[in-house]
Nanobody, 119 residues
Framework: QVKLVEAGGGLGQPGGSLRLSCAASGALFCIRAIDWYRQGPGKQRELVAA???????NYADSVKGRFTISRDNAKKTVYLQMNSMIPEDTAVYYC?????????????WGPGTQVTVSS
């Protein structure tokens, strides 16, 4: 019953910025982790940014200092601010949320949004 939908992807220029959002619907209790993944052409899906309960956000080395993950609990929305973009950022970006009922873990994924960085 939980649904995630990403938005904000599109065409960006090198050095430019895009802000991705991930809107959640349905009941999300006991959120354990909130993450952004991406999968570039011919590449494996990789973790880009994550918020883990009780920890500060962590980022892939390739995006440190450029990307920022955040969330608005009231809006049930997760964001990925992407600054100083480079062509290597081109990928489909996926939002992921993991919840727990204190016995099991549950993973929810959005369908992805395309980000293309090109002149």
């Amino acid at each position: 019953q939980v649904k995630l939908v990403e938005a904000g992807g599109g065409l960006g220029q090198p050095g430019g910025s895009l802000r991705l959002s991930c809107a959640a619907s349905g009941a999300l209790f006991c959120i354990r982790a909130i993450d952004w993944y991406r999968q570039g052409p011919g590449k494996q899906r990789e973790l880009v940014a994550a918020i883990t309960s009780g920890r500060s956000p962590n980022y892939a080395d390739s995006v440190k200092g450029r990307f920022t993950i955040s969330r608005d609990n009231a809006k049930k929305t997760v964001y990925l601010q992407m600054n100083s973009m480079i062509p290597e950022d081109t990928a489909v970006y996926y939002c992921h949320i993991q919840t727990t009922d204190y016995a099991l873990l549950y993973d929810y994924w959005g369908p992805g949004t395309q980000v293309t960085v090109s002149s």
